[in-house]
C-alpha cells in the first residue's frame, strides 16, 4: 500500500470492503466514490494509488477469485449458479473472464487442482501443496466446529503483500503498542487477523491480510485510531479448527476446511474474510509455535 494520509487509507479500505461484501451489487465507480466519500473525479486515480490496481481490474479480480472460490468448495453448484454470485452477468461474460484471468475454461476445470498454472495468478513460491489423500488422513483426527460468532467493533491494520517479509509483525506490534498508550491491555481483547485472498489464486503482490483487535459491539472508540481503520462486523456462522502447533499445522488447516471439509457438507464460504482467531499471543508462546482458530464464516446451501 502506498504511504501518505492515513485517512484516504482508511477510506479507501471501506471500499475494499464494501466490494467483497457486495460483489453482486454496483460497483460503479460513482458508488464506491460514494462509499469512500471521495469526489467521482479524483477516485479511480486515489483508489490506483493506495492499492496498486484500478477500480475495474480489482472489482474484475475479486469477482474471479470469489468465483473460484465457490467453485473449489460446492463442486456440484452449476457454472451458471457461480456466474451470478459473483456478480457476473451471466455464464458466458464469466467464462470468458475466467478463462482470460486462469488461462482455462471453468468447464475445463475439475474445481480440485490448483489454478497455479493461470498465466497471471502464480501461486507465492513454496506455497504448499497436499494431496486429497493426505489431508483426509490429517483429518481424521480434527474436529470442525460449527457455531455461532458474535458480532465485534475490529480495529485493524490493513497489510498488503504480507507474506515472506515483516509486515505482519511490524503490525501486530504496532496494535499492542496502541493498546498500551489507550490503557487497554492486550488480555482484554481478542486479536483477529483476517486474510482477504486466497494466496493459491491471488498473486502475492495483492493479497491482503488485516491484522485487528476485536471489541464488544457498541464500544466507544475514536473514529481514526492512529491510522487504523473500524469496521463492524455482525454475528455470523462459522466453521473452526483449532490448531496448536506451528505454521504449516495451520496451513493444513486451511486446506482441510476449504478442500475437503466443506465440498462434503450442506455449507458454502460467506462472502467475509477468513479469520484466524488468536488463543494465546506472540508474547505467551512466541512466534514459532501457534495456538488460534482457523475459522471460515459460513451460509447453508
Known amino acids: 500500500m502506498a ?10 479500505n471501506r471500499v475494499l470492503d464494501h466490494i467483497g461484501q457486495h460483489l453482486d451489487g454496483d460497483l460503479s465507480l460513482t458508488h464506491l466514490a460514494g462509499i469512500g466519500c471521495f469526489s467521482p473525479f479524483h477516485f479511480h486515480r486515489i483508489f490506483q494509488a493506495v ?26 453448484k452449476r457454472i451458471t449458479e457461480v456466474a451470478i454470485e459473483a456478480g457476473f452477468a451471466g455464464a458466458s461474460e464469466f467464462s470468458r473472464a475466467f478463462k482470460s484471468h486462469f488461462g482455462k475454461a ?11 498454472n493461470s498465466k497471471i495468478c502464480k501461486a507465492p513460491e513454496g506455497l504448499s501443496y497436499y494431496s486429497l489423500e493426505e489431508l483426509e488422513n490429517w483429518g481424521a483426527n480434527v474436529e470442525v466446529h460449527v457455531t455461532r460468532f458474535g458480532g465485534f467493533r475490529y480495529v485493524y491494520n490493513r497489510i ?18 496502541w493498546l498500551a498508550d489507550r490503557g487497554t491491555s492486550y488480555q482484554d481483547v481478542t486479536f483477529i487477523g483476517m486474510s482477504l485472498d486466497d494466496p493459491s489464486v491471488t498473486p502475492s503482490e495483492n493479497c491482503r491480510y488485516d491484522m485487528g483487535v476485536a471489541f464488544p459491539p457498541g464500544t466507544a472508540l475514536p473514529d481514526s485510531p492512529s491510522g487504523l481503520t473500524i469496521r463492524d462486523l455482525q454475528p455470523q456462522d462459522v466453521a473452526s ?12 488447516a486451511w486446506h482441510y476446511l476449504y478442500r475437503v471439509w466443506l465440498p462434503s457438507v450442506a ?12 488463543v494465546r499471543l506472540p508474547e505467551e508462546i512466541g512466534w514459532e509455535t501457534f495456538d488460534l482458530k ?4 459460513v451460509a447453508r446451501l
Request: glycine share 6%; charged share 25%.
Open 3 to 12: 504511504g501518505g494520509n492515513p485517512h484516504y487509507q482508511e477510506r479507501v
Open 51 to 76: 492499492t496498486g490496481e484500478t477500480l475495474n481490474t480489482h472489482v474484475r479480480r475479486v469477482r474471479l477469485e470469489r468465483a473460484a472460490l465457490l467453485m473449489k468448495t460446492s463442486p456440484r
Open 106 to 116: 471453468p468447464s475445463a476445470w475439475d474445481r480440485r487442482t490448483p489454478l497455479e
Open 160 to 177: 498488503f503483500a504480507p507474506y515472506g517479509n515483516s509486515k505482519l509483525v511490524d503490525a501486530y506490534q504496532a496494535l499492542i503498542q
Open 241 to 252: 479448527i483449532h490448531c496448536v502447533g506451528d505454521l504449516g499445522q495451520v496451513d493444513r
Open 267 to 278: 455449507y458454502e464460504p460467506a462472502d467475509l474474510p477468513a479469520m484466524e482467531v488468536f
Open 294 to 297: 482457523a475459522v471460515i464464516p
